[in-house]
């Protein structure tokens, strides 16, 4: 019963992930195997999504807890480094695809 | 509030960039406008977060601090992207990965101090689920399988950075699997406890997370070097589940949506990257044929047949009053760092009016595309790269394959040996040509560790070593000639 | 500003809605055009779920409100229809689509 | 309330379902269980509401009446789809397509009349969105929608109905792009006007109503009987939006995800039908060279070359001495009924020795996979049934080809032509056969309405006559041969 009061607190968060569970299997279901590097790449880059709970974290710690202010600054950089590292090597390496002209 | 909803709309548009963005990388044409709009998203969201969201849509506190943050984050970032060499790419990639599993553990201990501080249990609740009973543990849940994962995702993606990057050795401890069982158990048992509200304080969170560590170092030490980027993608999907976690935890759609996408995405591309090796996850994970006992395995060569040796001038002579050369690039020529001698070797032979190919299989190299980047690198043109379906009826046209540093993805076996662990791999059908030219190092196996048949062919002739070396040879020969 | 209030409302069927569109895109792009036949009734079958809308319309209607007694009952029967006709045809089409042994 | 919380476990799995269903159509081999998979889901979201949802989970009142309306409509939706024939499919279709569309239109009256009864705008608000302001607009705007989607999509369909079954002929009104546009326009501004409030009372909903009808009627009238499949796919997402509808009326998630599944779906199948003919939707919808036009364009027929007669005694002949023989069945033989006729040369043939195969277009006949139905049913094995890609390279090989009531799938135009309507569009390419029959009952053009030079290649015999009709006088040939 307790799993049935579980499902029905967070049945539209369950609904969203249910959909983009599917939503991803389809979308990769049909890569070519030359574009998995570059498709593992993007992929790293979109789930350093993580930053954004590590800028809340930063943002609402007290002004005087340090260990707080220091530890959230560390995760900020080092969400940021995978945002932006992720993307940049994406886009390098899929700049490697594209067709030359002779 | 109109920044609240203006953040709203700002995170739905974001979530379906990762969706599109995803989807548009499924074609080469349209990969890099894909990555482009996810990283517009991407910034929309970040910005957004710092700027609206908080009590009043008034952005953050510690704005400085944030900003700061991001700053040096990008400069690193942008710098070490740009820098690294292609062939180093995805230990980058691992590298990357491991920076997001160590944000989203971090992330989880922020929370954890934070729930202490503010009295423990009791006051969490309204944060997640906004009912009176299970919403601590609900919270406490949540923050420990961010931790768990993030952590195990962190550390993994070294070892597997330094693997890539040949700092770290294969190595399996006595009794691994138990002991892997042993730690892992440990850190679900410890975090199962305190959810439960059985244990308590600060101390056990930490031993969980140093649990989690070792667990990630454990689980990819003994996984073949050349196996890495199915490991690193497996690892790229627990990140996005860790990410996933925090979206739970701060009731945040974005990162909900960009964390499942990866997690689900991630998954489906480590089986399907397996797939294309004809392998298992499992069989990579524990090992079956990967890189440790491809040594022993080639120990067992010579085993039937001669071989026939040829020298570079006899090839040279070959390719040069041949109609067409096709080119087969392994792993031997992304080690040797022969690419660019190989496109040099292409252009001669092309000025002297012979029809040069390559031939792509889509899992020469250790990762997919090595070649594709790798040629690319050195600017062979993109259409003489040819897809293994397209190049594999040409071979009977052609006059001379050459096998440079290619091993598994010309072995017959594949078609002809069931027995063999690679049988049924699609494979480059290289005999199909009138004569075929080896250049490796020596008789040695190849990632899979196993006999090629093709070498004992009469049609073949093996030219023994360093691919860069026996290139830079031929390109000489030719000029001469 | 009205149109950020209704996002801000309905968020959540917003993302659903998306995602589903996706998924049904997704879905239906690497189809073999033979299948394009039964694919269409079985998605015809699929939205008979308005069948329970009618359900809940006759449901709640008054004992002794026959107008809507008799309109609920006949979108019940209609909804039935376009459900139970859409899966036994679409069964029937893919039938023929089955390999058979010689 | 547990029962509510089950009946939302309920609406979730036949969500999932749903998915799922649709997602195995997509493989011939898993299409069956995908179908009974989204039907199992389908049972369970319907029994649910009735038992489990209302007030306090007691289920629905009226539920004699409920039972009784689903028996009524299971015992007549079986009896019709178990009786159509195989080639009645499409216009099946689309008529339980209508009865949906029918059924949304109802909700929306019914909801409407509570609405007003319920002491009209005020009272409906937390029903939907649960604040004060603009609540009772968005509830009659989503009735309004529902109402006019389902009205079109159950007229239009009921046209669609009736032009496969040749009861309806297609009609264009003078100005018709004006008309229909009056006719919608109108629907939409009272539509508008009352959800604003500017307008009130039961007789401007039924005039909507009324407009919706004319307007599905006018939509589809004018457009070729040929074009149906493609219009019941539109008109089929149109019922799947009515039905997302009441999704949303009803707070309901699985007629919301059910909905805009089909909604999405249906749209893009829509799509890839119209790219697989080589042509664009709006050329569909407008009718570029639809249905009517085909009689006209036939008329300046004869314009080149002459043609070959050939009897049916030569043809039997040619085949029972071949090798090989390749039919290629297209709408013609759909139309006579001769599939049972052909299966019966076949084997006749095949006893003789002879390799007889079919050659499968996939837009041959006018739905799609309409040989593969047609024939399956006349029992020919699957595995002579080949599709276009396998079979163009066996053209070659093959003796004699039998083209019996195709045309456009065989017209060499599309290769060469690129002023012709349907060049582009890949065809069998039966030209490489040696000898080419085609059977046909003249000279007239088929569904593109344009000339086939194939016809009067010196390799192509005509052999006029109902299909039907000739592949009997053929048997029998080949049986006293
Ligand atoms: N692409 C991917 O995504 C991926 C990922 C993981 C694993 N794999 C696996 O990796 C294999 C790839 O096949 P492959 O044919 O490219 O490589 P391979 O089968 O591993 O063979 C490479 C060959 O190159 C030779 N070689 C090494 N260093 C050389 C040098 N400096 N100069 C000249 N030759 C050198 C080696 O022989 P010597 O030692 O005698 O020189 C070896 O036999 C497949 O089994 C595939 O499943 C692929
Ligand atoms: N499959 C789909 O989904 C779909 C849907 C809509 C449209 N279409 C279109 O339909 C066309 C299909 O090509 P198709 O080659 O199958 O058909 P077609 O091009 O329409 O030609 C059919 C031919 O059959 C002949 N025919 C008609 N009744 C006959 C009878 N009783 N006995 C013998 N012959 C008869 C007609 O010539 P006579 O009058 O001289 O006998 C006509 O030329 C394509 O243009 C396609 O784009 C397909």
Same mark, same amino acid.
């Given at each position: ?30 890569? *070519?195997?030359?574009?998995?590097? *570059? ?64 | ?18 969706? #599109? ?33 908080? $009590? ?40 990357? %990965? ?66 890539? $990057? ?46 989690? #560590? ?38 945040? %759609? ?33 090992? %079956?044929?990967?890189? %440790? ?54 252009? #001669? ?79 480059? $059908? ?52």
């Amino acid at each position: 019963m307790q799993i049935l009061e579980f499902i029905h607190e967070h049945i539209t968060y369950i609904y969203l992930i249910v959909l983009m569970i599917f939503v991803g299997i389809e979308l990769i279901s049909h890569v *070519p195997s030359v574009l998995h590097t *570059p498709l593992m790449s993007g992929a790293n880059a979109i789930h350093g999504v993580v930053l954004i709970g590590a800028i809340i974290v930063l943002g609402k710690a007290p002004e005087d807890d340090y260990l707080s202010l220091g530890l959230g600054f560390v995760g900020v950089v080092l969400g940021t480094l995978n945002v932006v590292g992720g993307f940049v090597v994406t886009d390098r390496m899929l700049d490697m695809f594209k067709k030359k002209k002779k | 509030m109109m920044q609240t909803q203006i953040l709203e709309l700002l995170y739905l548009l974001a979530s379906v960039s990762f969706v #599109l963005g995803l989807k548009w990388m499924n074609h080469p044409d349209s990969a890099r406008r894909g990555n482009l709009l996810a990283a517009v998203g991407m910034t929309l969201a970040v910005f957004g977060t710092i700027f609206l969201a908080g $009590e009043g849509g008034s952005g953050m506190s510690n704005k400085g601090i944030i900003l700061l943050g991001l700053v040096i984050g990008t400069a690193i970032g942008t710098v070490m992207a740009r820098r690294v060499k292609m062939t180093g790419m995805p230990q980058m990639v691992s590298f990357f %990965n491991g920076m997001g599993g160590a944000c989203a553990a971090l992330i989880s201990i922020l929370e954890f101090r934070e729930m202490q501080h503010a009295g423990g249990v009791e006051h969490a609740i309204e944060l997640v689920t906004g009912s009176a009973d299970g919403g601590s543990a609900m919270k406490l849940l949540i923050i420990f399988a961010g931790l768990i994962i993030g952590a195990v995702s962190f550390s993994g993606s070294i070892i597997a950075y330094g693997k890539l $990057e040949d700092k770290i050795k294969d190595r399996v401890l006595p009794m691994q699997q138990l002991v892997n069982l042993l730690v892992f158990g440990g850190a679900l048992a410890i975090a199962g406890l305190m959810v439960g509200g059985q244990l308590e304080g600060t101390l056990w969170l930490y031993i969980t997370l140093g649990l989690a #560590l070792v667990y990630g170092i454990l689980f990819v030490l003994p996984i073949g070097g050349a196996d890495m980027p199915v490991v690193i993608s497996l690892l790229n999907s627990f990140t996005g589940v860790a990410a996933a976690c925090g979206g739970f935890l701060y009731d945040n %759609n974005v990162m909900l949506m960009g964390g499942v996408l990866v997690g689900s995405a991630g998954t489906i591309l480590t089986v399907v990257m397996c797939n294309a090796m004809n392998r298992s996850l499992t069989n990579v994970l524990i090992g %079956n044929f990967g890189g %440790n006992k491809g040594g022993a395995a080639a120990a067992k060569s010579g085993s039937g047949g001669t071989i026939r040796e040829v020298s570079a001038t006899d090839v040279a002579i070959m390719m040069k009053y041949g109609q067409k050369v096709i080119i087969v690039p392994g792993y031997g020529l992304a080690v040797a760092q022969a690419q660019h001698v190989c496109h040099e070797l292409e252009e #001669l032979l092309e000025k002297e009016g012979v029809e040069v190919k390559y031939a792509i299989h889509p899992v020469a190299g250790r990762m997919p595309g090595h070649m594709n980047v790798l040629l690319a690198e050195s600017n062979v043109s993109y259409d003489k790269l040819v897809e293994m379906e397209h190049i594999n009826p040409e071979f009977n046209t052609c006059d001379v394959v050459l096998v440079v540093g290619a091993n598994d993805v010309v072995n017959p076996a594949a078609k002809s040996d069931p027995s063999s662990p690679i049988y049924g791999m699609p494979i480059l $059908e290289v005999e199909n040509a009138r004569q075929v030219i080896v250049m490796k190092r020596s008789m040695k196996a190849g990632y899979a560790g196993i006999e090629n048949e093709l070498f004992y062919q009469p049609k073949t002739g093996m030219l023994f070593g360093d691919a860069k070396a026996t290139l830079t040879k031929l390109v000489n020969e030719v000029k001469t000639l």
